[in-house]
């Protein structure tokens, strides 16, 4: 049984979730290809790079706000949530609550997402981390 789109989405926020990298290998295919600078391609990469994000935001919870399925391709909308308490892409824990955002997208092939891409809020997680200084405007004082 080949598994769908939507499928693989929730086994993404299923890992997410549960803090578990190694369900990487239940949507994530071993070529995976990853069109995102904090992350090399291929599944065990991926597996490094969860490890690491759940070290950082160890109480990190994702919600899926959107789910769109189009041919071979599955687009995301989600939001995570988690108090950064160890280190984070090189930055040490500042024990500030911080909500970042994402938009992705997979290339489904053979039941297992094959490529990635995703734009991520970075910028104003780093504003909450104190990484970065805030800007003035309504998205800064979410």
């Known amino acids: ?7 693989l989405a929730e086994l993404f926020v299923e890992m997410t979730n549960t803090h578990n990298p190694d369900l990487v290998d239940r949507f994530v295919a071993r070529d ?15 597996r490094q790079f969860w490890a690491a994000f759940f070290t950082g935001l160890p109480d990190v919870k994702v919600t899926m706000e959107d789910l769109i399925v189009s041919g071979d391709r599955v687009v995301g909308r989600f939001v995570y ?3 950064h308490t160890g280190d984070l892409l ?12 994402s938009i992705d997208i997979w290339r489904v092939d053979d039941g297992m997402f ?16 104190g990484v970065l200084p805030p800007l003035d405007g309504p998205e800064a004082k979410a």
């Not at 090189?90 to 955002?101: D, N, T, W």
């Open 1 to 7: 049984m080949t598994t769908s789109g939507p499928q």
């Open 32 to 46: 995976y290809i990853n069109h995102n600078n904090f992350v090399a391609d291929g599944r065990e990469a991926n």
């Open 81 to 83: 949530r988690g108090t």
């Open 90 to 101: 090189g930055i040490p824990a500042s024990g500030q609550r911080v909500e970042m955002r």
């Open 114 to 129: 094959v490529e990635h891409w995703d734009e991520l809020n970075l910028m104003q997680m780093f504003q909450q981390i």
